[in-house]
T-cell receptor, first 112, second 116 residues
């Protein structure tokens, strides 16, 4: 089955800087990748979906890229704010098993 | 539009007991998926229900089961609880089946289960 990995368990950056989170996948490219945000004690909240034929997608201060050569997606938050502190999860559809699987997440902390 | 509702929010049980968790999806959503989240394993897929039928199941023992009703509400049951079942159980709904090309998940706040 396919796997999805988020190599950075935690990332600490200063307010105002751009946060960049990495998601790598194995085997063949998924039809899409998704990014979610999770706050402590809450369920994940959907942020963005990027398809395999899209190089980049933006939503306000968020930007996601999809590189099928590197088998990687990058998630950027520009002009980061302390309120952006949360765990960010990437996810893909495991087409062989008809389910959506998640990476282990990156805990992002933005310090003032 | 109301979000995904999970009850109860917290639950404490002892080993050997069984537990039933409930999930009400967003109105109009027909697919309900269940996930187990622990610090060590992250989010692990349990199963998906669509139109009252289990469509897929993750790598969990048979003690974990579920069902979906005609109004799309879903329940998850865990029998003969073990200490390792302590986790946050999350329910997520989506408009269609997860095999679709555009499905995103809407999660509830979860049920925090502690097994003593």
């Amino acid at each position: 089955s396919q796997k999805i990995e988020q190599n950075s368990e935690a990332l600490n950056i200063q307010e105002g800087k751009t946060a960049t989170l990495t998601c790598n996948y194995t085997n063949y490219s998924p039809a899409y990748l998704q990014w979610y945000r999770q706050d402590p004690g809450r369920g994940p909240v959907f942020l963005l979906l990027i398809r395999e034929n899209e190089k980049e997608k933006r939503k306000e201060r968020l930007k996601v890229t999809f590189d099928t050569t590197l088998k990687q997606s990058l998630f950027h938050i520009t002009a980061s704010q302390p309120a952006d502190s949360a765990t960010y999860l990437c996810a893909r559809r495991d087409s062989s098993a008809s389910k959506i699987i998640f990476g282990s997440g990156t805990r992002l902390s933005i310090r003032p | 539009k109301a979000g995904v509702t999970q009850t109860p929010r917290y639950l404490i049980k002892t080993r050997g007991q069984q537990v039933t968790l409930s999930c009400s999806p967003i109105s109009g959503h027909r697919s309900v998926s269940w996930y187990q989240q622990t610090p060590g394993q992250g989010l692990q897929f349990l199963f998906e229900y669509f139109s009252e039928t289990q469509r897929n199941k993750g790598n969990f023992p048979g003690r974990f089961s579920g069902r979906q009703f005609s109004n799309s509400r879903s329940e998850m049951n865990v029998s003969t609880l073990e200490l390792g079942d302590s986790a946050l159980y999350l329910c997520a709904s989506s408009v269609g089946q997860l095999t679709g090309a555009n499905e995103k998940l809407f999660f509830g706040s979860g049920t925090q289960l502690s097994v003593l």
